[in-house]
């Protein structure tokens, strides 16, 4: 072979190791910079096990359905789901204010909660958690307070959340609350009035202590410049694992992060996706005469939401796909002397499609019927269809 050849060729792979020290590290399909002491990490490839998952998928059963004529397995919007230190499996009823207790079998135990403002009542739940204690923390969104429940269902005390504007809960090891914030501007939105992400930008995961007072916020939002784009492309999904770390995954942007319980950012990722993602199209707000009617941006979905196993493996549950027209549903808000009423539209009767995955170590695992969340606790794994089956199913996690 050709001498100067052979020297040219050393030299060139000496710069491009050089680039790469300076620029990041590569570790096989992945990328790595390390700015600030955070890991960021460039997904490229099949990951640590070649495309192949080294875990499957087992069917345990299915806690709900659309068509019982059970009460106890009647749910309306379930939202949440939650396992105490017996096994014990709890799923937020949020449509009709109640969390319903099931044994480790499926077999249900009782109802906690119900309609109305008093103790141990709810307006509209949206997520809830529980400690090692069995004390049960209840985000009511619509009476802005989050509701702390002994482990009998009796309530313990009320914190008031209206400043915060909480949405979601997750309880860390350490005893620290960690809480969604909607994402967005802090005062309300109207037409032809431009509201950006503040300055310095509100961060969107707050963390709490036992005594719900903050400790910690972290999060930091992305900037759209568009008002609505803002609301809906900065929401996101949190988790907390066994490492006492929290977990967070973001529905339109292709951002998975990692944060210690003090707020440190350890590492941030995102991952190969078939689809592009932004602002499809711009939502907006419409006044006419005294009837306000706001519809929502378009933007692709990458994450619908995301766990953390026993062995700090992250589980994102992602689009494969965007969703066909005729596999869209959805809810419609409507108020009238009798309150609030939400209806469901879009056809509930397809149960079936493979516009979903599980990625875990870049591994994808096909899912065969709708998700719209994800737990994972323990060995098992959960996956809610809300509106169409408005099932859980509880899958066990098997090592190959």
């Not at 990490?41 to 806690?63: C, D, F, S, T, Y």
Request: charged content about 25%.
């Amino acid at each position: 072979m050709n001498p100067m050849r052979n020297k040219l060729r050393g030299i060139l792979l000496l710069l491009t190791t050089a680039l790469l020290l300076c620029t990041g590290q590569y570790y096989g399909a992945q990328q790595a910079e390390l700015p600030a002491g955070a890991k960021i990490v460039h997904n490229l490839g099949a990951g640590a096990w070649g495309g192949q998952p080294k875990v499957e998928l087992k069917l345990l059963r299915k806690i709900g359905d659309v068509d019982t004529t059970d009460d106890h397995f009647a749910f309306n919007e379930p939202n949440d789901v939650a396992v105490d230190v017996g096994g014990n499996i709890y799923i937020l009823d949020s449509g009709n204010c109640r969390i319903q207790k099931f044994s480790p079998e499926g077999k249900f135990l009782s109802s906690i909660g119900r309609k109305g403002q008093g103790p141990g009542e709810f307006g509209r739940p949206t997520s809830f958690d529980i400690d090692a204690k069995g004390f049960i923390y209840v985000v009511d969104y619509e009476q802005k307070r989050l509701v702390k429940l002994k482990p009998s269902g009796g309530q313990d005390r009320s914190y008031s959340i209206k400043e915060l504007g909480l949405y979601s809960v997750r309880i860390l090891n350490s005893g620290l609350i960690a809480s969604v914030a909607p994402p967005g501007p802090s005062r309300a939105i109207k037409p032809g009035v431009p509201v950006m992400i503040s300055d310095p930008p509100a961060k969107l995961i707050k963390l709490f202590d036992a005594e719900f007072k903050p400790k910690v916020e972290v999060g930091e939002p992305f900037d759209y410049k568009d008002n609505m784009s803002n609301l809906a492309g900065n929401a996101l999904r949190v988790e907390t694992g066994q490492d006492d770390f929290v977990y967070s995954g973001y529905l339109y942007q292709n951002r998975i992060e990692k944060y210690a319980s003090n707020g440190k950012l350890l590492w941030k990722a995102d991952r190969p996706l078939g689809y592009s993602l932004g602002i499809i199209a711009k939502g907006g707000i419409e006044m006419r005469g005294n009837s306000v009617r706001s519809f929502s941006p378009r933007m692709n979905r990458c994450t619908v939401g995301l766990g953390v196993d026993l062995k700090s493996r992250v589980w994102v549950l992602t689009m494969a796909r965007q969703l066909r027209d005729e596999e869209q549903v959805g809810t419609t808000t409507s108020y009238g002397p009798s309150g609030m009423t939400r209806k469901i539209t879009g056809n509930t009767d397809l149960r079936t499609t493979d516009a979903y995955r599980l990625d875990v170590l870049l591994s994808m695992i096909p899912l065969s019927h709708f998700a719209d969340g994800i737990r994972v606790v323990g060995d098992s794994l959960f996956i809610l269809d809300q509106l169409r089956g408005v099932t859980y199913y509880q899958y066990k996690i098997v090592e190959r």
